[in-house]
């Protein structure tokens, strides 16, 4: 069965400093797997998403993430926040029939 | 594109009322999901569609709620009566598939629904 484990549920940071929101998978079928961001009052949208190909995988908004297939994440990176990037992110796993499986959540927390 | 869109993005009703939350899909995308969100309990999938027909309703509470998709650019969720413990975000989103006909699982998200039952 596929299931998504975010380890962080709350993350401070200060402006302008490197974050790091960590997420480890299960899954038993292809693995793609995405981050999705939902930022106050809004709906989630897309960040950056991992379908085959290289690891490394640039999204919106300077957002990167890694897929490491030996440790089962895809942690996903920011070398500078911004204030504007305080919001909620969600890591997601596809299941076998068509759904999304996402993470718990962690709100990430930009500080002045 | 206009987006997902939903309908009303508010609304407050009292206990025992009939509430109903209203849903357009991105035209040609052929997946459809409810899902609920709330501070205790995170965000829930409800309900999803492919082709207009309920592919999982397991996620639906109980027998209050139910939804409907006739066609392929509108979809409901219903609840009947509406308890106060109802009150959340409830979300839209839809998905499509990819060029070779395999499902992208891409997800697309409406605005919400926030409602209040008092």
């Known amino acids: 069965a596929q299931s998504v484990t975010q380890l962080d549920s709350q993350v401070p940071v200060f402006e302008e400093a490197p974050v790091e929101l960590r997420c480890n998978y299960s899954?038993?079928?292809?693995?793609?797997l995405f981050w999705y961001v939902q930022y106050p009052n809004q709906g989630l949208q897309l960040l950056l998403k991992y379908l085959s190909g290289s690891t490394l995988v640039k999204g919106i908004n300077g957002f990167e993430a890694e897929f490491n297939k030996s440790q089962t994440s895809f942690h996903l990176r920011k070398p500078s926040v911004h204030i504007s990037d305080t919001a909620e992110y969600f890591c997601a796993v596809p299941s076998n029939t068509g759904k999304l499986i996402f993470g718990q959540g962690t709100t990430l927390q930009v500080k002045p | 594109d206009a987006g997902v869109i939903q309908s009303p993005r508010h609304e407050v009703t009292e206990m025992g009322q009939e509430v109903t939350l209203r849903c357009k899909p991105i035209?040609?995308?052929?997946?459809l999901f409810w899902y609920r969100q709330t501070m205790m309990r995170g965000l829930e999938l409800l309900i999803y569609f492919n082709n207009n027909v309920p592919i999982d309703d397991s996620g639906m509470p109980e027998d209050r709620f139910s939804a409907k998709m006739p066609n392929a650019s509108f979809s409901t969720l219903k609840i009947q009566p509406s308890e106060p413990r109802d009150s959340a975000v409830y979300f839209c989103?839809?998905?499509?598939?990819?060029?070779?006909?395999?499902?992208?699982?891409?997800?697309?998200f409406g605005p919400g629904t926030r409602l209040t039952v008092t």
């Open positions: 035209s040609g995308h052929d997946y």
């Open positions: 989103a839809s998905s499509t598939q990819d060029l070779a006909g395999a499902h992208s699982y891409e997800q697309y």
């Open positions: 899954s038993s079928v292809s693995v793609y």
